[in-house]
Nanobody, 128 residues
Framework: QVQLMESGGGLAQAGASLRLFCTASERTFRRYTVAWFRQVPGNEREFVAAIAYNGGPKNYADSVKGRFAISRDDDNTVYLQMDSLKPEDTAVYYC??????????????????????WGQGTQVTVSS
């Protein structure tokens, strides 16, 4: 089974940028839509962004539109570029793999149950 690993988190000041990486263990990763979610202790996991298996369609949460950008390379990595960071972006960020190959379905893109594989998460802390 594909395994995912996030990296790139850390501490940043408000207004700064960070870039997160989601690296997969297998090349089959390229056939799946990948999403980023985030979670604050005590809250549910929240959708951030998703990119289709072919790198085309993308979707963003309203809270990050215009500030975050998701992309993927032709190998095994999906990126989340986070600019103009705000203290409310503080969370553990997870990448996740769609449970269905070659699918990008907007109606369920934010549903955590539609993702079969999750990374261990990377902490992002934004200070004011």
């Amino acid at each position: 089974q594909v395994q995912l690993m996030e990296s790139g988190g850390g501490l940043a000041q408000a207004g700064a940028s960070l870039r997160l990486f989601c690296t997969a263990s297998e090349r089959t990763f390229r056939r799946y839509t990948v999403a980023w979610f985030r979670q604050v202790p005590g809250n549910e996991r929240e959708f951030v962004a998703a990119i289709a298996y072919n790198g085309g369609p993308k979707n963003y949460a309203d809270s990050v539109k215009g500030r975050f950008a998701i992309s993927r390379d032709d190998d095994n990595t999906v990126y989340l570029q986070m600019d103009s960071l705000k203290p409310e972006d503080t969370a553990v960020y997870y990448c996740a793999l769609d449970r269905t190959v070659t699918r990008f379905r907007l109606s369920s893109i934010t549903d955590t149950t539609e993702y079969a594989v999750w990374g261990q998460g990377t902490q992002v802390t934004v200070s004011s």
